[in-house]
């Protein structure tokens, strides 16, 4: 089958680079821990029952399995049978749970201290990847079986976004939703709207489009192609069969990863056209869940 050209408005997308962004990130993660109050790291959290002290946990365990297991090699696999995507994400969730809890005997200043040095090794580690050389794990919720370092460098990036936003929120610190900060991570998180959408039938060539609005105003479109759904960057002509529109702040982030309850969607997310195709947007996350 010969496939349909492009609608007019969309452009293929290209890599996005965060590993420049990491050592300001560290930055500005270290200001905020360093700031905190007792109380503060026992505030909750988005992130089901963890704490302050257990997303700061959850990052340091993160920073030390990418330092172990990609930089060091040093592996060890799975102490269970992995038959398919619900098996791994158990394993996952296991492994973040036993590295919030053996955290727990270690005190607010030396999880600090730790994730000070810990978080400059992840920057120079991510810093001396060649972006276009295979990645030793893949993005499997960008519905990737195998990634480049660009892209597994992204998902790490947004990892530590988003538990950074998730302590920020907790203890009402100013947001990170710059450009500089928002762009990248919005480019990434998009990705995972194909398999979102994977089960969604509709004709050869319908397109969907997501707008983030605001200071970053961004686009993506997804067009069904060749019996699957493709993502493109902007927005098409004519106009898409459905478009959500969204702000530029906690509403987006939440969307992506896990912390928008579907009762307050309807109040946060604008939809034209044919609603049954923005649905499954609500499905889309950009982390193993």
Known sequence: MTPLPLPTGLSRLAPTSTAELFAPLHRELMALLRGLAPEDWERPTVAGVWRVRDVAAHLLDGD??????????????PDRPIDGYRDLVQWIDAENASGVAFAQRLSPRLLVDLLEITGRWVADFVASLDPHAPARISVLWAGETRSLNWMDTGREYTERWHHQMQIREAVKAPDLFADRWLR?????SVRALPPAYAE???????????VVTGETRRAWTLVREGGGWGLYGGEPEPRAAATTKVSAGPAVWRLFYNALPRATAPAVLAVSGEARLAEPLLRARSVMV
């Open 64 to 77: 030390l399995r990418k330092l172990s297991g990609q930089r060091d090699e040093h592996r060890l696999g």
């Open 184 to 188: 990248p991570l919005l480019d990434l």
């Open 200 to 210: 969604t039938e509709a004709p050869e060539g319908t397109t969907v489009t997501l």
